[in-house]
């Protein structure tokens, strides 16, 4: 990944050049959850995908990219970001391909129709409102706290734009992946696969990825770890550098 800085923006290039994504310099920018997510979900050719709180639309953009046949709609509440994901549109040629719906995922009924997509993809902010430093700005702090939505809201607008039989993927704290379980269950979506992102070998588990089935039966499929780095402080694994390769 290449970063360069104009001005206000970043532009982070992925892909060895072929993805661009345009992203405030002093506001939030994207982590590796995001490219973890945007590699984890496999779409069918065709399908319709909706991306919850999209922030620049990264997610979006990765799978896009990945993925030549498939639609996608970026849902994104703070106007700022919600332009990013335009500029991000035109910069990458995804007219057509990718769309962007501002406005507030707790108010999704107002802004789409009930099951409209094959799949929900969701990267949200999953810090409590109370927890980390609030002295980062206000774009971080929605970005990344549930100042705006929390996990609640946020599943019930998963199952809300998704179709009967749809899918569902989002990345989310390992430990804090039994609230994630029950959410979903509550509602519904039937946890199918789930993968354990671990920081390097010997250490904690640090992130989940899970896809669910909105009415699907129950079992799951636990997919071998992942490892970031091939030791701490050490450099990214082979299977994580290969998310960065065209």
């Known amino acids: 990944m290449v970063i360069t800085e104009r001005n206000e923006y970043t532009f982070d290039s992925l892909f060895s050049g072929k993805l661009q994504c345009v992203q405030h310099k002093q506001g939030y920018r994207f982590s590796i959850d ?3 997510l945007g590699h984890f979900i496999h779409p069918k050719p065709g ?3 909706l991306d919850l709180c999209a922030g620049c639309g990264i997610v979006s953009l990765i799978i896009a990219y990945r993925w030549s046949d498939i639609f996608l709609a970026a849902l994104e509440v703070q106007p700022a970001l919600a332009e990013l994901i335009r500029r991000n549109i035109k910069l990458n040629s995804l007219d057509g391909r990718l769309s962007v719906i501002e406005g507030d995922v707790n108010q999704i009924r107002d802004l789409l129709a009930p099951e409209s997509y094959d799949v929900v993809v969701c990267n ?3 810090r409590k409102a109370e927890s980390g430093r609030r002295n980062i700005g206000k774009e971080q702090a929605v970005a990344r706290h549930e ?3 929390d996990l609640p809201g ?3 607008a998963v199952v809300y734009g998704l179709k009967n039989r749809g899918r569902a993927s989002l990345v989310y704290p390992a430990e804090r992946s ?3 379980f029950a959410e979903l269950r509550k509602h519904g979506l039937e946890p199918k696969r789930m993968q354990i992102i ?3 070998p010997g250490s904690a588990g640090k992130l989940i990825l899970v896809e669910a089935v909105k009415g699907g039966g129950e079992e799951l499929t636990i997919m071998p770890p992942m490892y970031v780095y091939e030791e701490q402080g050490g450099k990214y694994t082979l299977e994580m550098a ?3 390769e065209p």
């Open 34 to 36: 995001a490219v973890l």
């Open 47 to 49: 399908d319709q995908i």
């Open 124 to 126: 949200p902010p999953y």
């Open 147 to 149: 100042v705006k939505a």
């Open 154 to 156: 946020i599943i019930k």
């Open 178 to 180: 039994t609230s994630l």
């Open 198 to 200: 671990y920081s390097y």
């Open 242 to 244: 290969k998310l960065y």
